[in-house]
């Protein structure tokens, strides 16, 4: 129960803060931060692939109807749901993930969620900046989109889990 | 039949994937050229509301500048009233004649959503029908255009803005009456482009440019902004101009958006012109 109104909270704080702040937030370069991935990220381990799948195509299409995009944001969000488990799979820890954990910054290992969430975030940023821009001949400006914006939103990301994210060994020591 | 079967349970993940992204794209790229519907956009009321409170937060972020520019606009104002005029002969009355008749109504509005650093971006408005904006009329302000109405709710509004890709104003470099028309490559929200000026035509780096007024969305004469860079195409006989937009569309807040009283009129005539069969 706890953990629906957590998601819940989730789903509402990400959907704003993307539309009303970030999708705003133009620092120039074309670099644009997205950090709703980070939420398609921290769902449960165990969801099922279609349940993920509608609940980021929820959240995108949200964020697209605020921001005019119609569409974008639902296509790549629902693009990374879709390759979550495969990617989860690929970079699996040698003893396997437990049940009921977390895939957050305090739960893992660095270099595990470096190199899963920078890859969701490629792909997503890819698929997005490729459908926005659509030209064949653009290739060069949507490469350098990608690979400024990137770095960004990851460490956006990695800012939001440490500030708003509980430590559990903190809670443990007191 | 059971192949069939085991086949939709085998990729059925995949399937429900492909079924998603379909309709995901289809509204993106439908919605380019025409919109099928007001609900799912920044035009509906319940993102309206969002976004009207999340303006109230923004709006005083850029208050001082935008008071020194609607002073200027009333200095010049002022300088039209009949205060300010010294009666040279005595006597003179103001004839209200018939040689002018009133042609564009201009709604004021301001922009509540605004984005520059997407391939195509839309501006809302919080005005709407029952303002009586319609879909298709022109919006500028005083430093230049804006775009054109792209969808209208009953008390919001959506615009076309000029840093869209298929904009397509008619646009004339105003000391040679050369016209072409207005597109936008998607990198600078500063630059635009024109397309379509013959390159026999001399054009001057750093002249002005204005609307054109063709098509009756835009009275003419509107500022666009100056050619910074012209380069003739390879291969064809055209210039490749790029144009430094007067208006800064990053700050915009104040918009006007002007109604044709007779555009019904423009329209009807000129679709008496029969089409060119080839």
């Known amino acids: 129960m706890r ?26 370069l074309g670099i644009h931060i997205m950090i709703y991935p980070l939420f398609i990220l921290l769902l449960p381990y165990n969801l099922n692939i279609f349940a993920s799948m509608i609940i980021s195509f929820a959240l995108g299409f949200g964020i697209d109807t605020i921001s005019d995009t119609y569409g974008l944001h639902a296509s790549a969000a629902t693009l990374i749901a879709f390759l979550r488990p495969t990617i989860f799979k690929f970079f699996e820890p040698r003893d396997g993930y437990d049940e009921n954990q977390e895939m957050n910054i305090y739960e893992m290992d660095s270099r595990w969620l470096l190199s899963v969430f920078g890859l969701m975030l490629l792909v997503h940023h890819l698929w997005f900046f490729s459908l926005e821009l659509f030209k064949f001949n653009e290739i060069g400006y949507i490469l350098k989109k990608t ?12 800012l939001i889990q440490i500030i708003f994210i509980k430590n559990p060994k903190d809670a443990r020591s007191k | 039949m059971r192949d069939l079967f085991a086949f939709f349970r085998k990729f059925r993940v995949f399937l429900f994937f492909v079924a998603l992204q379909v309709f995901a794209l289809s ?62 002969q005595s006597g003179n009355v103001l004839i209200n004649d018939t040689l002018h008749k009133q042609r564009y109504e201009y709604i004021p509005a301001t922009v509540i959503k605004s984005t520059f650093n997407h391939r195509n971006n839309y501006f809302t408005l919080n005005i709407g029908s029952v303002e009586g904006v319609e879909r298709d009329m022109g919006v500028f302000t005083d430093n230049g255009i804006v775009g054109i109405i792209h969808n209208v709710s009953a008390h919001f509004s959506v615009v076309k803005s000029v840093l869209t890709e298929a904009i397509n104003i008619d646009v004339m470099v105003e000391s040679t009456g050369a016209f072409g028309m207005l597109k936008w490559d998607g990198k600078d929200a500063r630059i635009g482009s024109i397309t379509g000026i013959s390159n026999d035509i001399k054009v001057k780096k750093w002249s002005k440019v204005v609307t054109r007024g063709g098509s009756g969305i835009f009275p ?9 860079n012209l380069k003739p195409v390879e291969g064809k006989p055209l210039w490749d101009i790029s144009l430094l937009y007067s208006e800064d569309y990053r700050k915009i807040q104040r918009v006007y958006v002007a109604k044709n009283i007779m555009k019904d009129e423009q329209l009807k005539l000129e679709s008496l012109i029969p089409i060119d069969k080839e």
């Not at chain 1, 509402?12 to 993307?18: A, D, G, K, N, R």
């Not at chain 1, 690979?147 to 460490?155: A, E, G």
């Not at chain 2, 972020?61 to 520019?69: G, K, W």
């Open chain 1, 3 to 28: 953990d629906y109104f957590i998601h819940t909270l989730r789903f509402v704080l990400f959907l704003f803060t993307q539309a009303l702040i970030f999708n705003h937030l133009e620092i120039g």
């Open chain 2, 27 to 88: 509204t993106y790229f439908t919605y380019l050229s025409f919109p099928r519907s007001q609900y799912l956009t920044s035009a509906s009321e319940i993102n309206g509301k969002i976004l009207k409170v999340s303006y109230e937060v923004t709006k005083h972020f850029n208050l001082s500048q935008n008071n020194t520019l609607l002073q200027q606009e009333n200095i010049a104002l002022r300088k039209q009233l009949p205060q300010s005029f010294m009666a040279l």
């Open chain 2, 220 to 228: 003419r004469g509107l500022p666009v902004g100056k050619i910074s």
């Open chain 1, 147 to 158: 690979f400024l914006s990137v770095p960004m939103s990851l460490i956006v990301c990695i």
